[in-house]
């Protein structure tokens, strides 16, 4: 249970930010996918505001950094920002990336991976696998698993759970689950426990590919790399959850078709929510400390912890996961 249930969609996080300022100051903190008029910009400022030692600005494009370091730097002088190139779509990136903070820091308090992208195409990362995907939930995983060094040193001298490994997921996730049969949109057979919930969100004869699928699969993944980083890390005082930060209209649809664009106002009918209530869910995940302790649910939404589909909260299905996850970032190209 959250410390304010008052709290809800409409929430500012800067409010947030405020009432738990005392878990910001002194903070080394990462963000991913931090761009100009973006939910990974807004984090970044509604947290300096509060005295972090050091924050970590995480993306693949530099101007764009730039851009948003220098307006912390002008709005909050006296805190420290680093950039770190992080293209998610390669794994040479991501490597390099990891290993370029652990230059720069010997700990981590709280890691927000926040990146993500939505095609109606089918694109492909730089080793084959499906964008999303590849972005979302593998990239992701590559960059957390190596950065757990820091993470463990940052839990040695926090409060137990204090350590954070939030992942920016989506109620889209109830689409469907992970379809480990054909995670990589190959035209390969999937069960029907791995097919979406709603036979309407399902592949057309002869298509390989959906946006909504793919996005599904992508944002389940990211309840269930918490599920996994709570069984694997929780005793060593770290703890992850999976945000969904509610609709907000940012450049991330971009790259969707007219139809696809369609499809998702009529979902969200209006509900549209300001980039700066989008971080409230993500912020209280991150800093709330009720949230140290182990909860009933890792998956939150409006700002308190939220039912998923049955299909995230098992820790097989996450381990399983995992083991695939495992070999996607081995340096094998067999299993695609």
């Known amino acids: 249970m ?11 996080g800067s409010q947030v930010a405020n009432e738990f300022s005392d878990n910001i100051k002194d903070k080394i903190v990462l963000i991913t996918g931090v761009s100009p008029k973006s939910i990974g910009q807004q984090l970044v400022m509604n947290i300096a505001k509060y005295g972090p030692e050091r924050m970590i600005l995480a993306s693949r494009t530099s101007s764009k950094l730039d851009t948003v370091a220098s307006e912390v730097k002008k709005e909050y002088p006296n805190v420290s920002v680093d950039t770190v190139i992080l293209d998610l779509a390669s794994q040479a990136s991501t490597r390099k990336a990891a290993e370029d903070v652990t230059k720069l820091v010997d700990r981590i308090d709280i890691l927000i991976n926040n990146a993500a992208v939505v095609d109606s195409e089918l694109r492909r990362t730089e080793e084959g696998l499906e964008m999303q995907f590849g972005v979302g939930h593998v990239g992701h995983f590559l960059f957390t698993t190596l950065l757990m060094p820091l993470f463990e040193t940052s839990a040695k001298s926090n409060k137990a759970g204090a350590t954070r490994i939030i992942n920016v997921s989506s109620e889209g996730h109830r689409i469907g689950p992970v379809r480990f049969h054909d995670y990589n949109f190959e035209g390969k057979q999937v069960p ?5 919930s709603s036979k309407q969100a399902r592949l057309k004869d002869g298509h390989n590919y959906s946006v909504w699928v793919a996005y599904g699969q992508t944002k389940s993944a990211n309840i269930l790399f918490s599920l996994a980083l709570n069984d694997r890390f929780g005793s060593k005082g770290i703890r992850s959850y999976a945000c969904h930060p509610g609709a907000i209209q940012t450049d991330l649809s971009r790259s969707l078709n007219q139809g696809d664009r369609e499809f998702l ?4 009918k209006g509900e549209w929510i300001t980039l700066d209530q989008g971080t409230s869910t993500i912020l209280v995940a991150a800093l709330d400390p009720a949230l140290s302790k182990p909860q009933k649910g890792i998956y939150m939404s409006q700002c308190q912890i939220a039912d998923a589909a049955p299909y995230t909260h098992d820790l097989d299905i996450a381990n399983r996961l995992w083991e695939l996850s495992e070999k996607l970032t081995s340096g094998q190209t067999s299993h695609l």
């Open 2 to 12: 959250t410390t304010h249930q008052d709290y809800g969609n409409k929430t500012p």
């Open 192 to 196: 029907e426990e791995e097919q979406p």
């Open 265 to 268: 106002d009529s979902i969200v």
